[in-house]
């Protein structure tokens, strides 16, 4: 059971440049997160998703986009990259809250991303 | 606004207790989760609370009080592989969205 996969793990790109950050979870999970993480900030929300064809932003949406058109997919786009968007992004996914509770989300390996 | 508290670093010694202590502040209250995040890699779930009281999993317990916005994780029998950062995060909403605090980052020492 490969859980949450995030491809490519690195990349390096150029100022005003665009490219896409994909996530895929095998385990039929409903919402789907995108966060970034950067030193002394802790992970932020950037985009999320409670369902194929639904997505709503986080904490801070600027500068990315965002599709889910399957469950199992949750695509980050960068339409043109800066500077200031070098961060490590993570994926992560979670079973529909109920009951009272919360459950615990699924977090990929990372895709670390340098803008020059 | 919601807020979540934590220690930047703390260092203990190989064998030892150490707590690591959380506040929070959050619009409603869903819980608190507590992540492990070792350098370079995904952070991995711990625990959850939603009621007052300690929870135990093996030599990592966390507990919670609400009245207060306070929690803390427990490490016993600490190992050196226990060295990473740990993340204190809290649900806002029922889209289970979190509110992570920015880690604390624990060395263990022999």
């Known amino acids: 059971n490969a859980g949450v996969t995030q491809t490519p793990k690195f990349r390096v790109l150029k100022t005003g440049q665009s490219m896409t950050l994909l996530c895929a979870q095998d385990?039929?999970?409903?919402?789907m997160y995108w966060y970034r993480q950067d030193p002394g900030m802790g992970l932020r929300l950037i985009h999320y998703s409670v369902g194929e064809g639904t997505t709503a932003k986080g904490e801070v949406p600027d500068g990315y986009n965002v599709s889910r058109l399957k469950k199992q997919n949750f695509l980050l786009g960068l339409e043109s990259a800066a500077p200031s968007q070098t961060s490590v992004y993570f994926c992560a996914s979670s079973y529909v809250v109920g009951g009272g509770s919360n459950q615990p989300q699924h977090f990929g390996d990372g895709t670390r991303l340098s803008i020059l | 606004g919601q807020n979540i508290d934590q220690p930047t670093e703390m260092t203990a010694t190989e064998g030892a207790i150490v707590q690591i202590n959380c506040t929070y502040q959050t619009s409603g209250f869903n819980g608190l989760f507590w992540y492990q995040q070792h350098a370079g890699e995904a952070p991995t779930f711990l625990s959850y609370n939603v009621l007052d009281g300690l929870e135990e999993k093996g030599r990592f317990s966390s507990f919670l009080s609400r009245s207060k916005g306070y929690s803390y994780l427990l490490l016993k029998e600490l190992q050196m592989k226990d060295s990473a950062s740990y993340l204190c995060?809290?649900?806002?909403?029922?889209?289970?969205?979190?509110?992570f605090g920015t880690g604390t980052l624990l060395a263990v020492q022999p």
């Open positions: 385990m039929n999970h409903e919402y």
């Open positions: 995060a809290a649900p806002g909403g029922a889209t289970n969205k979190l509110i």
